[in-house]
């Protein structure tokens, strides 16, 4: 819900940031790899027990996931460049609640199957859902301008980046804070799938 008004927020220094890389010779791509490894450096520094010291990588590897897009924008967009990208968001999301199962799997390993289950689930209703528009030539850029058909949930981007920022911050509650942010996840996804039905559904 939260993506839009960030987008409109923090796009205008992306963009400033991006065609300063791409002036100094840096691609997309190379961005996108540089995020996913910050990303899964924070997901070590988790699973070894210090979440609090994951906060920079992860926050940077964020950055770095805005950045490739606006560094895209400043050369030129590729498909196999917005492919990358998803690509590597999905292991981020995946690899950050792993991490914190095994921190402590016997305290989060319930908690951390059932997040990973409810992501799998939304990400799946996501990425069904940009097919099918784009069969229908659907556009949308409420989420900036993507390689795919970004569709609206109720949780998005912006808010599972908050919610990891919380659980390195209070690592004791991440059962609690799992179970509720992956019912919330199981909801977006009904609701896309609803949304989809009531689009798709009379072909």
């Not at 994951?54 to 940077?60: E, G, H, N, S, T």
């Not at 968001?89 to 390993?109: E, K, N, Q, R, T």
């Not at 940009?130 to 609206?152: C, F, H, P, V, W």
């Amino acid at each position: 819900m939260l993506d839009r008004t960030a987008r409109r927020l923090i796009d205008p220094a992306l963009n400033r940031m991006g065609s300063a890389l791409a002036e100094r010779g840096y691609t997309a791509n190379m961005v996108t790899l540089t995020g996913l490894a910050l990303g899964l450096f924070a997901a070590a520094i988790i699973a070894i027990g210090h979440p609090g010291y994951a906060l920079i990588p992860l926050l940077a590897s964020r950055l770095a996931d805005g950045l490739d897009g606006a560094v895209a924008r400043a050369t030129q967009k590729t498909d196999f460049g917005g492919y990358l990208d998803i690509a590597a968001d999905f292991l981020f999301y995946g690899a950050i609640p792993m991490a914190f199962v095994l921190m402590d799997p016997s305290a989060h390993g319930a908690a951390g199957a059932f997040l990973l289950t409810a992501f799998y689930f939304n990400g799946t209703s996501f990425l069904g859902y940009a097919i099918l528009a784009e069969k229908r030539d659907m556009q949308t850029d409420s989420q900036g301008i993507k390689s795919l058909y970004y569709s609206n949930g109720l949780l998005e981007g912006t808010e599972t980046i908050i919610f990891f920022i919380l659980l390195c911050f209070f690592a004791g509650s991440f059962s609690v804070m799992a179970w509720i942010f992956g019912s919330l996840c199981f909801a977006g996804g009904v609701l896309r799938i609803y949304a989809a039905h009531q689009i798709f559904g009379n072909d």
